[in-house]
């Protein structure tokens, strides 16, 4: 759903999609933290979250998500560095 200027949070919900290989949200207007939660994407490959209003820090139980190749957050208002635990990642 890239450039749909949808609004609101990212909502914990989306973790009971689990056949989900790719989350395009990039160029919206969405706000809120990257949540914990979301680690229950066995298969995902890709999140592109860039261009949004995405605060917070990112997640260092996302280090599980295994099979991730892309993770795109620039532009948005995060905070704190780079979890240690996403060094698991040899693909990215």
Known sequence: FPNNKLTGSLPESF?????LL?????DNELSGTLPNS????PRI???????NKI???LPGSWSALTHIKEISITNNELSGTIPDSW?????I
Request: net charge positive.
């Open 15 to 19: 973790a009971s999609m689990t056949n």
């Open 55 to 57: 605060s917070g820090t």
């Open 87 to 91: 060094q698991s990642w040899s693909l």
């Open 22 to 26: 790719n989350l395009w949200l990039h």
């Open 38 to 41: 979301w680690t229950n994407f």
């Open 45 to 51: 490959r890709t999140f592109r979250f860039n261009n």
